[in-house]
């Protein structure tokens, strides 16, 4: 069993920053790949960013040069750092860990409400 746990919630000022935070725990046995997914009200979930056991990286087209996706793997985080914050960034992001051996995983986090507004 494996748990996300989230946090970094917070009511930010359009071109503001934050950092949003994703501790895993329980039986991690190799990461297939990791990502952030966001939801607004009456849209469906767009992943945000990812990246590959390899590490590859993928960015949202609307979030590219502002948001960056990262590890530390001593701690088993994922971290979210986003800058330049507009207010279409307004959403609840999800941390999504999907692991592949001994077999494959989906595991989600809890969300986390991101108000971009001033």
């Known amino acids: 069993q494996v748990q996300l746990v989230e946090s970094g919630a917070a009511l930010v000022q359009p071109g503001g920053s934050l950092r949003l935070s994703c501790a895993a725990s329980g039986s991690i046995f190799r990461i297939n790949a990791m990502g952030w997914y966001r939801q607004a009200p009456g849209k469906e979930r767009e992943l945000v960013a990812s990246?590959?056991?390899?590490?590859?990286?993928n960015y949202a087209d609307s979030v590219k040069g502002r948001f960056t996706i990262s590890r530390d793997n001593a701690k088993n985080t994922m971290f979210l750092q986003m800058n330049s914050l507009k207010p279409e960034d307004t959403a609840v992001y999800y941390c999504n860990l999907i692991t592949d051996w001994p077999s494959w995983g989906n595991y989600w986090g809890q969300g986390t409400q991101v108000t971009v507004s001033s």
């Open positions: 990246i590959t056991r390899s590490g590859s990286t």
